[in-house]
């Protein structure tokens, strides 16, 4: 194979190699932002279970001064009931203790259903907090996870970097130029391999004399169509009956 070529091809593999590397690294501060999200969102649900628990307690607390209040009018009315001197009286009397009673009751029945209420907000806030702390957990391997991939991501690129430079002054001016002219025409893929008379990049058929002379990889041969260089990979050698 025509040395040019052969470093060419290595270079496009390294040029992929890097873009992987690179497009990696920038996806890292996302993926964290993302953690990040997701442990502020179960923050937020143990807040809103807070919350609904104060807002709970104060309705509680709320009722439970209603009823100390009617409580101590139907005290009054019980004292004053004794005083009374006529039937009418008597029996306004016994309509206030009477509607004061209920009251006390309706209220004592909302002090039930909130103490219900009370009691799955507290299991709600127990599971909330024991997602979140899981969460925590998770997060802080994931984040290690990443900050770990992140340095031998920056490393490998260095590396590939390395070697691409080592590549490229092996190869001469004018290859060299045809590859980078045809790269940035072509988002970053300047060589293709031709398989079964196409390109295999832009599947555009190529001449029979192309084909044939691409096959002797003896020279640099660009597509007609994409103008991508091309090269050929002969077929393995089959492996003797028996071996």
Request: charge should be neutral.
């Amino acid at each position: 194979m025509l040395p040019d070529l052969q470093h060419l091809i290595h270079l496009q593999e390294l040029d992929l190699a890097i873009e992987r590397c690179r497009r990696r690294i920038a996806e890292i501060p996302g993926l964290q932002q993302a953690l990040e999200a997701r442990i502020a969102a179960r923050r937020a649900d143990v807040q809103a279970v807070k919350d609904r628990i104060t807002a709970t307690g104060t309705s509680r607390r709320e009722i439970e001064k209603e009823v100390a209040a009617v409580q101590s009018r139907l005290s009054k009315y019980k004292d004053q009931l004794m005083a009374v001197k006529t039937n009418k009286e008597y029996q306004a009397m016994q309509s206030e203790i009477a509607t004061a009673e209920g009251l006390v009751r309706s209220q004592e029945d909302r002090l039930l259903d909130l103490m219900e209420v009370s009691e799955k907000e507290a299991a709600d806030l127990a599971a909330a907090e024991a997602a979140l702390k899981a969460d925590q957990a998770a997060v802080t391997a994931e984040h290690a996870a990443l900050e770990a991939e992140k340095t031998t991501q920056d490393a490998e690129c260095q590396r590939l970097t390395a070697e691409r430079g080592r590549v490229v002054s092996q190869i001469s001016r004018d290859a060299l130029a045809i590859f980078e002219r045809v790269a940035h025409g072509r988002k970053g893929i300047a060589v293709a391999e031709a398989k079964d008379g196409l390109c295999v990049e832009c599947h555009v058929r190529l001449r029979p004399q192309v084909f044939n002379e691409v096959r002797r990889n003896e020279k640099l041969i660009q597509c007609d169509s994409c103008t991508r260089i091309l090269y050929y990979v002969p077929p393995a050698a089959a492996q003797p009956a028996g071996s």
